[in-house]
């Protein structure tokens, strides 16, 4: 047991040996203090008799408690009631409740010689031990270790007791097997290395009959090992492996792995925590012969369905004037995906939208992130949504006009677009990807009370490593509104009337006016002008999140999720549909009045 005054010190250190930890844990038992160990509320009980000296580890049978001294039974009571201060904590070891009573009952046992000579199990989990020291050879009894989730980067195998039968080191740091083979322990039956760092081919090397003898379990989950032939090529030397867990490796992500490792290794009883049936051995029975042609790349396919609830937010725009903006509006959801090393695979058919790249998705006039606007989420009056365009047709700031055309004025000044650029909206960083991946969107589709998607992707990848960071962070699935202000390049031409044709003016107006009564509404402003400009889309985030891809690791081959976005439709919206449909109007218009004028993206 350590010194009181040395103790805070190891707790304060970033990185401690394997036996401060053993030392600083048995200081929190508290075995020498009340009501442990010996003092004022027992002495009695541990004077000798006689002069000899063995007699002095033999409590006293006293019938009477000596005044000012407490029984054995009610010492026993303070560690054992969950409402005693001494009482030990939730969670703690047979072992610990054993010692703990074992120092009321007999303390002057609890020597060092003890303890090295009791102890068959030891753990010691989340204590930041960094290093496995020879101390841990003192232990003479001890067949089972967990050192999980602490901060090893490499086990010096010669300080590990050759008694050994269970290893476990999940959650730690390691890098390689390569110094456990040093000197392994002979008898060494479950080795647990899961959710580690291991990775490279050479890993293979490390799991032979010639360093793990007696293995029978072995737990490599959620590493990074990716060479599956050479990996199961070495298992199939360890006669007595019955038990195997490499679900979470890059490895398990190719669509033959299970079936593959279940022919090779014959003697096999569980694979992944799923106990392997003969059906499944008869079923892949001669798979493990053409390891040579199995290509090593995983295969994901996405489908994404239909999309409920958005609001049409084409009720709120105002009438086009003579002059436009003619709007249009469309919908798409778009999700990150990793991007192969040798170029994205993908069959079935989809949209590639990277942001920043010059691959762009039809029916936008740019990949996604380059010259476009976000939207202002508050707020939902039009007169700052549209701006004034270069004549290039790239938008130089985020003013707006009403429903009439723009103010015809360009910015040349150098510092007047600096500060038009500071009041530019900053994109919303859902619409991007995030590193490393790709985004991929479906293609754009008018709005509707259900809109249809009908989206299947198919991602072929030989970068497994990737692959796998990519599944345990998994992906962000994003609806987005696309609006498009088309603007005529010409202005339509305006009639001057003479003084002089005044009169007959009037009266050719009068009687035209006239004929336009007996016409429909959106007759007027049929006629487009012939070519129009479009300014870059408006983007706006409808809803966000994530979804989780980790179970793909973990074995299953489905993932499959209903995206619960929130409620986004107002009462306010759904009451100006319901008088759009009662007056007879196409869902998917704007107005009656614009109804052949609106382009459905």
């Known amino acids: ?9 190891v707790l304060h250190q970033p990185g401690r040996t394997l036996s401060a930890a053993v030392r600083e844990h048995l200081r929190q038992l508290c075995l020498r203090e009340f009501p442990c160990g010996t003092g004022s509320w027992n002495k009695s009980r541990f004077l000798p008799r006689t002069p000899r000296a063995w007699r002095e580890l033999i409590p006293r049978e006293e019938e009477v408690v000596s005044p000012g001294e407490e029984s054995v039974e009610a010492l026993l009571d303070l560690v054992r009631s969950p409402h005693s201060p001494w009482a030990l904590l939730e969670g703690s070891s047979a072992e610990d409740r054993f010692l703990k009573e074992l120092a009321i009952q007999n303390p002057l046992v609890l020597k060092d010689t003890f303890f090295y000579s009791y102890f068959r199990s030891l753990r010691v989990v989340d204590k930041q031990v960094n290093l496995v020291d020879k101390g841990l050879l003192k232990f003479l009894k001890l067949e089972e270790l967990v050192l999980s989730a602490n ?12 008694t050994l039968k269970v290893l476990e080191l999940y959650g730690n740091k ?18 647990g290395l899961g959710h580690n760092k291991l990775l490279g081919p050479l890993e293979s090397l490390y799991v032979t009959a010639d360093h793990w003898p007696n293995l029978v379990s072995l737990d490599l989950s959620f590493n990074d090992l990716t060479d599956l032939q050479g990996m199961i090529a070495s298992l199939s030397t360890l006669q007595h492996l019955r038990l195997l867990v ?7 992500l190719v669509p033959y792995y299970r079936g593959f490792t279940i022919d090779s290794l014959s003697r096999l009883c569980v694979l992944d925590d799923i106990t392997v049936s003969p059906s499944e051995k008869y079923q892949f029975r001669g798979l493990s012969h053409h390891g040579d042609l199995l290509a090593c790349e995983a295969q994901l396919v996405v489908t994404i369905g239909n999309v409920k ?6 009720i709120l725009d105002p009438d086009p004037g003579p002059q436009g903006p003619f709007i249009s509006y469309s919908y798409y959801v778009t999700y990150g995906f990793v991007e192969d090393e040798e170029g994205e695979g993908s069959k079935y058919g989809g949209v590639l939208a990277e942001v920043g790249s010059p691959r762009a998705a039809p029916g936008s006039s740019g990949p996604l992130g380059q010259d476009v606007r976000q939207e202002p989420s508050e707020g939902r009056e039009e007169s700052v949504e549209s701006g004034p365009s270069t004549p290039s047709g790239q938008r130089e700031d985020s003013l707006a006009s009403g429903a009439s055309a ?14 038009l650029a500071k009041l530019r909206p900053r994109a919303d960083p859902r619409l991007g990807p995030s590193a490393g991946t790709v985004l991929f969107s479906t293609t754009r589709k008018p709005w509707t009370d259900v809109i249809p998607c009908n989206y299947e992707m198919q991602h072929s990848l030989r970068d497994l490593v990737p692959l796998k960071a990519f599944l345990l962070a998994g992906t962000t699935v994003t609806i987005v509104e696309e609006k498009i202000l088309s603007w005529p390049l010409v202005p339509p031409p305006v009639d001057i009337v003479s003084p002089a044709k005044k009169g007959k003016g009037e009266k050719d107006k009068k009687g035209k006016k006239d004929k336009d009564k007996e016409k429909d509404g959106n007759d007027k402003k049929k006629e487009l002008p012939k070519e129009l400009r479009q300014d870059p889309p408006i983007l706006r985030v409808l809803g966000s999140g994530l979804l989780a891809l980790e179970p793909l690791l973990a074995g299953e081959s489905l993932v499959s999720s209903v995206c619960n976005f929130g409620v986004i439709r107002t009462p306010e919206i759904d009451r100006l549909m319901f008088l759009r449909v009662q007056r007879g109007l196409c869902p998917s218009c704007l107005h009656r009045s614009s109804a052949g004028q609106r382009g459905h993206r």
Do not use: F, Y
């Open 1 to 9: 047991e350590p010194k009181s005054e040395k103790s805070p010190n």
């Open 151 to 162: 901060q090893i980067k490499e086990v010096d195998a010669i300080n590990l007791p050759p």
């Open 246 to 252: 490499l679900q979470g490796n890059p490895l398990g």
């Open 406 to 419: 723009p103010p015809p004025w360009v910015t040349d000044s150098a510092e007047e677009l600096e500060a």
């Open 174 to 191: 390691i890098t390689s097997m390569e110094c456990l083979c040093a000197h392994p322990p002979p008898r060494l039956q479950h080795l």
């Open 309 to 314: 609830g958005v609001p049409d937010t084409s």
